[in-house]
């Protein structure tokens, strides 16, 4: 008969061998000839409970209990699974093979080195005595006293150390009395658990669980503490809560010791139709204001199957000081208004329909009544586009209910129908326009012998034209476009000023509003005008990468006739022309990319807005951002920021944002992060403007990341990756 090779499924009780001319041949024990073949290792295994078994030697003890010791390397491969050893040796009673000396053993997360093993192949379970292992391709790795490998995905660690420090090099440590690790379920328990840093001891805990991978698994993060000059020191103690797969909460207390105990808390939902989170703070007693001080917050969202959406948005906090108090960061605590809204929409590829209900919670003390946005309650938003023959039809439709405590109220309807005939071929395009836009109110709350019901009509026609066109630059991979686009538009005038100013201002003119019908944002107000808006954009283009090189901008309005329709306290403008407006974005070098924004006047106007920002980037960590804002009385600013490594380990970060118009720093913060092999520390001194006043505050923060395990301090690393464009907080 011919030989086959060994294969010793997980079942084989006995196995008889005897010596061949030049090769081992064994027997099962119901006679099936077997065979150790020196290709075993390309056999391939078909069957998940196979077991493959090579061997230099073998040495069978032939009796009642056949025993056999086997020499020369051995080695065991059972699907992904290698485990090798210097010799070993097989016992059919307790169904076991012993490994012994320079025991190995990997699978695609593992690697096992230990001096003795047994091999148990009828459970599936191998236990390794004083084993050293590594996970992964990771510099995780550690010691046990004895580490057992079971069929089921459980790992068990008896007298276990655990580390991603380098062997010479042990700055934290974690040990732990016993660990069990359960792939199949995700969860990871650990028994006497300590922790160490430079031989300290810095976390202690008699029990943990916790998961493995990104499975989530209930329990208590990390600790974050913080100081603040208003507020005191800061102790957060976040608690994790693993509802369901698709709910979970944080509960987290957070101390301030200059105002109290603090609950913060946010709950998480996922369903396959909707999603959101609920979250709310509550201070029951500030211990500066003597009062109680809280903050709710609600985001959902809907997705009908029939092509209907539907959000909700709700904010709310106890007073007008709550952000600067309590918030932590400059922007925030900036907020002037919380939206309250409820929305539903529909899109198809014609017609779109919006509603909602809208209110706000003014947090300005400055903001006076009368100034207070209008609530929607409600509002209703239709629009289509339908192509017939040669043309496009499209409608706009608005009803919409404006509300407020103070002031003029009541409905605005508006109507807007409209025909266009677009005209596109390759490089260039033409779509005239008309429309009608019809407005009526019906208003309350009027002053005496004022219209309740006024209405207006105003025709739109306009023509929108552009071309591209571009070129091969020669000698190069390079492609140039010019891209001009022209956008005439005639609207006549029709007084306005009996209607009311419910949601419509003067926006700032940019590169959108140049090619916008209408001047003004909202429709209280349909400005009349004869204009053209004239503009050129031009690109550079690497043509074997697709990388935009270049972009230039260059656009300017054109009158010709005064403009008579203004929002309430403004004067007719007798202009000629718009601001001209440019935008420039390029890449000067590999590093270094400069953008850049400017508006200005003809004749003495000047100046009106611009932005530059300068970064320079050679290298991940080696970031330097300078930017400068300016607009006409109103602000100008410069803006610092860096990250940049002072030697191999340490590195130096920081931002100055400074203010020309006040003379003084709005924020500041400087910084150090020390990265060795397996941990990384940061340390930021910051001061900045918290209030609306002017009040400054500051804060020290210091951070703590044993990499592969936690991070322990404040989050330093989100403030940094807030002030430092490009900043990376990952510590590799």
Partial sequence: MSAKPLIVTCCLLAVTCSQGADRLACETSIGEPLALDPSLS??????????????????????????????????????????????????????????????????????????????????????????????????????????????????????????????????????????????????????????????????????????????????????????????????????YWNIAPNYDATITPRLLTSRGLQWETQFRYLTPRNDGVVSADYLPDDSTLNEARHQMRLTHRTLFENGWRSRINYREVSDNQYFEDLGGSQSISSITHLNRSVRFDYFSERFALFGQLQDYQTIDDAILPADEPYRRVPQLLASGSWPVTFLRVGARAEVVNFDRDVGVAGWRVNAAPSLEMPIARPGWFVTPAVSLDYTRYQLSDTVPGTETDPSRTVPIASLDTGMVLERSLSGTNRLQTIEPRLLYVNIP????????????????????????????????????????????????????????????????????GDRFVTLPGRTASTLKTSDYIAQL????????????????????????????????????????????????????????????????????????????????????????????????????????????????????????????????????????????????????
Wanted: proline letters at 4%; aromatic letters at 10%; one cysteine or more.
């Fill in 42 to 239: 390309r056999v391939p295994i078909e069957n998940s409970d196979t077991i493959v078994l090579e061997a230099g030697q073998f040495e069978a003890e032939l009796g009642e209990d056949t025993t056999a010791r086997m020499s020369g390397g051995v080695l065991l491969r059972r699907e992904d699974k290698l485990a090798g050893a210097e010799t070993a040796r097989y016992d059919p009673e307790q169904k076991a093979i012993f490994l012994e000396g320079d025991v190995r053993y990997e699978d695609p997360g593992t690697q096992i080195h230990s001096d003795l093993a047994e091999f148990s192949y009828e459970s599936g379970r191998i236990r390794f005595e004083g084993a050293e292992f590594s996970l992964g391709s990771s510099s995780a790795r550690g010691a046990a006293d004895a580490l057992e490998i079971n069929q089921d995905g459980r790992l068990v660690l008896e007298g276990v150390e655990y580390t991603t420090c380098p062997p010479d090099s042990e700055d934290w440590l974690l040990q732990g009395r016993s660990i069990e690790l359960d792939t199949d379920k995700g969860v990871g328990t650990a028994k006497g658990i300590k922790l160490q840093f430079k031989g300290v001891p810095i976390l202690y805990a008699p029990y943990l669980s916790f998961p493995l991978g990104d499975a989530r698994k209930s329990g208590l993060l990390t600790p974050e503490v913080g100081s603040s000059g208003r507020s005191g020191n800061e102790i957060r103690l976040p608690y």
């Fill in 585 to 732: 974005r390029f890449l000067i070098w590999e590093n270094i990319n400069f953008d850049f924004g400017h508006q200005w006047g003809t004749g003495e106007s000047g100046t009106t807005k611009s932005e530059a920002r300068l970064q320079y980037r050679p290298a991940s960590k080696k970031i330097l951002n300078l930017a400068y804002r300016f607009r006409r009385e109103s602000l100008e600013q410069g803006d610092l920021s860096w990250s940049w490594p002072v030697s191999t380990q340490w590195n130096f970060v920081g931002r100055y944002n400074f203010s020309f118009r006040d003379q003084e720093v709005l924020e500041q913060f400087f910084g150090l992060e020390y990265e060795s092999c397996c941990w990384g520390l940061r340390l930021v001194s910051r001061r900045y403007i918290s209030t609306r006043d002017g009040t400054r505050d500051s804060s020290l923060g210091l951070q703590l990341v044993l990499k592969g395990m936690t991070s322990v301090g404040t989050a330093a690393d989100k403030l940094l990756e807030r002030g430092i464009l490009g900043y990376s907080p990952d510590l590799r």
């Fill in 493 to 560: 005038y029709r007084d306005q000023a009996g209607l009311p100013v419910f949601d419509t201002i003067t926006p700032d003119i940019n590169l959108v509003q140049l090619y916008r019908k209408n001047r003004f944002l909202g429709i209280d107000r349909i400005g009349d005008t004869e204009q053209i808006s004239i503009g050129v954009t031009s690109r550079i283009l690497d043509t074997l990468s697709g990388r935009e090189l270049m972009t230039a901008t260059v656009g300017q309005t054109r009158y010709f």
